[in-house]
């Protein structure tokens, strides 16, 4: 069964101190990674796409890795500003649904002044 | 780019009454997807529309929920009658085709959080 899992459920950082949220997945036919960050009241706003092990994506404070099983999301020097849920879904090689997406339950990132 | 629009985008009723929720996709996005997201949970689909045909509905409760696409473009999800579990943020997504190479993923509007009492 597809599943994708999410770790830790929540962590709070102190401003400037660096981490690291897990992304692990056992998807057959792995067409892409994604990371999400999801505001309260809002809706899921993309972040990055990985599609192969060993690639890496990065966006200011944020850098997102990929290996065979599992998705990194690390957090450098952590503003206030980055607190959120942060999600993870993957896109299986489903052949009839094409883009069907399995969400994980997300991390939600406190960072402390 | 408008992004995903949906409304309303707060809804409060009584469990056995039903309930609508709009979305207009981006312009061009011939792929339209339902999620619910209940507290503290990632979305689950619902329901997959590729232009005005349901693709994929394996997850949608079809005793008490349903959904359309007119003419490829806005949709509606209705839900008669609501259970007090159906409580929950209903995201309205859309896409590219599934034959064209996704890099952004979904598209997701903000939301519309039901709840039921």
């Known amino acids: 069964e597809d599943q994708v899992t999410q770790s830790p459920e929540a962590l709070r950082l102190q401003e400037g101190e660096s981490s690291s949220l897990n992304c692990s997945y056992t998807?057959?036919?792995?067409?892409?990674l994604f990371w999400y960050r999801q505001d309260p009241g809002k809706g899921p706003e993309f972040l990055f796409t990985?599609?192969?092990a060993g690639e890496e994506k990065e966006k200011e404070r944020l850098k997102a890795t990929l290996t065979k099983k599992e998705s990194f999301l690390h957090i450098t020097a952590p503003k206030p500003e980055d607190s959120a849920t942060y999600l993870c879904a993957v896109q299986a090689s489903v052949q009839l649904t094409g883009n069907q997406f399995y969400f994980g339950t997300g991390t939600s990132l406190t960072v402390i002044p | 780019e408008a992004g995903v629009a949906q409304s309303p985008r707060y809804k409060i009723i009584e469990k056995r009454q039903s309930v609508a929720f709009w979305c207009n996709p981006i312009?061009?996005?011939?792929?339209l997807y339902w999620y619910q997201q209940i507290l503290g949970q990632g979305p689950k689909l619902l329901i997959q529309f590729q232009n005005n045909g349901v693709v994929d509905d394996s997850q949608l409760p079809k005793d008490r929920f349903s959904a359309e696409r007119l003419k490829g473009v806005d949709s509606t999800l209705k839900i008669q009658p609501a259970k007090l579990e159906d409580s929950a943020v209903y995201l309205c997504?859309?896409?590219?085709?599934?034959?064209?190479?996704?890099?952004?993923?979904?598209?997701f509007g903000s939301g519309t959080r039901l709840t039921v009492v």
């Open positions: 997504a859309s896409s590219l085709p599934r034959a064209v190479q996704v890099p952004y993923g979904y598209t």
């Open positions: 998807v057959s036919g792995l067409r892409g």
């Open positions: 990985l599609y192969s």
């Open positions: 312009s061009g996005h011939a792929t």
